[in-house]
């Protein structure tokens, strides 16, 4: 049921259409154009391809047609092994982004405690992978279209993360795990655990409009960024699909004195990774893919003196105030893989690819002082210079070296001068290296 190649060589009559027979002399199986003198006759090994629908399993129809609005739940037992299929339609303005409509799927209530969950379209393909565990406990969870809401139990937020959806006939395949799904609707359990499975469906996709929405659950929260905001901020590989979201407060706006870079230098080319800082309302503050090298993000906000890449690479760009100015306030940064789609608002962003397993690590520097953020009173801290590390008024001296040793030796956080780690032998070579060179050069300083 398709039509062939034109450009395989064998359609010598040029109609589009190869015919094979078992006529040794047909037209068109010849090596050449056919002559009286004649080519031989060639053997065509060849195959047949085109779109051969896979019949649908047998399935439980979820009403009414569309589902409505709202929540709706299915419950039936299953037997070990057992694999349960569902049909519903998803209304007229589907689980779309700009549309601000969702649908989402999970198996919360279910006895069975361990369940795994995939959806097809009505032809049988298997849209984006399966879930296992993202509901709470091990329950499974499936997101579509514009986030966010609020998570149950330990289980993560339904944000869309698993992409979009347009109106229109898809199929639920759900089983204890462990459970495999894939195309044309071949799934599997080999499970021995029995009970009830329940599913929930809870969709806008008839156009009611979205609740608010809720925030972000930080994977990593990191409080004011200052001058001790640890740097090398690595976070949990992401998933398929995944987001990993960093909480940060800037208790100084950024200006010409006080500055904030963020830098992505020290990922793995191959991370590439897009990012999007959300303020605390939702809204998009600004997003960036590769400004920096490598197709490597940064950003930069404030200062007025270009500052180097920390990353050390000679080719990486210099932070030059190019993000413009942050005002105080609470912000989320969303690291998503490759290109993101984002709405203004919201706080969403989803990847757009299904790679897993992508490692993140994010550096953050500041000018801004930890004392005027509220937080442990170092001596350096009122300007940041740790090389006059006591904040005297006598500069850069011996007393600087005494005062690190006395903080460093005890621990003291305000030795952890490169802000990595914690208070180690890096922290000494840092601190001498601004110390030689007099603080020219460091911030502060």
Not at 4 to 22: K, R
Not at 248 to 269: G, L, P, Y
Not at 355 to 373: L, R
Request: glycine share 12%.
């Amino acid at each position: 049921p398709s039509a062939s190649d034109i450009l395989s060589g064998f359609d010598f009559d040029g109609d589009d259409d190869v015919e094979v027979t078992a006529d040794a002399n047909t037209t068109d199986v010849f090596a050449d154009d056919p002559a009286p003198a004649g080519c031989g006759a060639l053997r065509v090994g060849f195959a047949l391809k085109g779109d051969v629908l896979p019949t649908p399993p047998s399935f439980t129809q979820i009403n009414p047609v569309p589902i409505a609005d709202g929540t709706t739940s299915v419950t039936t037992p299953v037997t070990a092994g057992q694999v349960k299929w569902y049909r519903f339609t998803v209304g007229p303005s589907g689980a779309q982004d700009a549309a601000q409509t969702f649908v989402d799927i999970d198996t919360e209530g279910s006895t069975v405690t361990d369940t795994v969950i995939a959806l097809y379209d009505d032809n049988g393909n298997l849209i984006g992978n399966p879930d296992d565990n993202d509901g709470s406990g091990n329950l499974s969870q499936l997101t579509y279209g514009i986030g966010r809401r609020a998570a149950f139990g330990d289980g993560r937020q339904y944000d869309g993360r698993d992409s979009q959806l347009t109106p229109g006939d898809y199929f639920i395949g759900v089983a204890a795990a462990p459970a495999t799904f894939s195309g044309a609707y071949i799934a599997a359990s080999t499970s021995t655990e029995t009970g009830n499975i329940q599913v929930r469906i809870n969709s806008n996709s008839n156009g009611t409009p979205a609740a608010a929405a809720e925030a972000p659950v930080p994977n990593f929260d990191l409080g004011p960024i200052n001058v001790l905001t640890p740097i090398g901020q690595a976070a949990p590989a992401m998933q398929a699909g995944d987001v990993i979201w960093f909480k940060f407060d800037v208790c100084d706006a950024t200006d010409a004195n006080n500055f904030i870079d963020i830098d992505f230098s020290r990922c793995n080319e191959g991370t590439d990774p897009f990012v999007t800082i959300f303020d605390s309302a939702g809204n998009i503050v600004i997003e960036d893919d590769d400004s920096g090298n490598l197709e490597l993000p940064q950003f930069s906000f404030g200062g007025s003196v270009s500052r180097p890449a920390y990353s050390g690479a000679p080719a990486d760009p210099s932070f030059n105030g190019e993000s413009g100015s942050l005002a105080a306030g609470t912000y989320y940064m969303a690291v998503a893989h490759d290109v993101a789609l984002s709405q203004p608002t919201r706080w969403h962003t989803r990847s757009t690819d299904l790679i897993t397993n992508i490692p993140v690590i994010a550096d953050f520097h500041s000018s801004i002082t930890n004392t005027s953020c509220g937080g442990p009173t170092c001596p350096w801290g009122a300007t940041g210079c740790f090389a006059n590390y006591n904040g005297d008024q006598n500069g850069i001296d011996g007393d600087d070296v005494i005062a690190f040793f006395s903080d460093w030796d005890a621990g003291n956080s305000c030795a952890d001068v490169n802000n990595e780690n914690g208070v180690d032998g890096d922290d000494v070579i840092v601190f001498f290296v601004a110390w030689d060179a007099g603080g020219v050069g460091f911030p502060g300083c």
